[in-house]
């Protein structure tokens, strides 16, 4: 997105009454990016069991892509008063950056900083850091291109699969997997005292912690052989 407001800007209040069918629009918009996402990382996953690490490095960005977008939607959908005060369209806000892949990915770092992604844990402290640093730099967005096509890469002309290893597919799943842990929160943007939600987001976060311990074994039992 171009930028959000912050918080401290965007007072929190209900939808005063415009535009109904474009909340619903973003509603609907909002969890079909979320279940895409999902979608995403186990393709990504069995692309990197079957060794098509370019593959699912460009799967597993994409994901982050779509968990970008679900935390996005949600902040327009939780603030609705703000822009309406502003004289803003709703749709429009979310049109600005839904095409910008530089622009969702630079988001991701945003989601994965502000919310109680593990990174730090998953890739160890200077791993997750340097991962941070490169979104910000708009490596992610590099990353993505050159696992799908071919081109002057170090001066030479080179394939995707010369040029994305083991160790970037497996990275990039790792942190799609904790940008949907931390979009549990954006997905179930409901009361705390609405206790099935909350009940079911600790189930979700649990399947996804369980899908993330598993693909690491996938990894170190690779690495046996």
């Not at 892509?65 to 005060?85: H, I, M, P, Q, W």
């Not at 749709?91 to 095409?99: H, P």
């Not at 630079?106 to 991962?131: C, D, I, M, N, P």
């Amino acid at each position: 997105m171009s930028k959000l407001p912050s918080s401290k800007h965007a007072s929190k209040g209900k939808f005063i009454g415009r535009n109904i069918d474009i909340v619903t629009k973003l509603e609907d918009l909002k969890v079909a990016a979320w279940h895409n996402a999902l979608r995403l990382i186990d393709d990504a996953i069995n692309a990197y069991r079957s060794q098509s690490y370019p593959t699912a490095c460009f799967l597993a960005i994409t994901a982050m892509e779509e968990c970008a977008k679900v935390s996005g939607v949600d902040f327009v959908l939780r603030n609705t008063d703000y822009y309406e005060r502003e004289g803003q369209e709703l749709d429009k806000v979310v049109d600005k950056w839904l095409e910008d892949h530089a622009v969702k990915l630079k988001h991701a770092t945003f989601v994965a900083l502000s919310s109680t992604s593990k990174g730090y844990e998953t890739l160890g402290r200077q791993e997750f850091l340097e991962w941070l640093k490169r979104v910000e730099n708009g490596h992610l967005n590099d990353l993505r291109t050159r696992s799908l096509y071919s081109g002057e890469w170090k001066k030479r002309i080179m394939e995707p699969t010369e040029q994305i290893k083991e160790e970037d597919a497996f990275r990039e799943i790792c942190m799609s997997l904790e940008l949907a842990i931390a979009d549990l929160d954006h997905y179930y943007s409901l009361p705390q005292n609405q206790i099935k939600p909350h009940i079911e987001k600790k189930r979700e976060e649990g399947k996804l912690r369980m899908k993330l311990e598993n693909f690491k074994v996938i990894r170190h039992n690779n690495s046996k052989r």
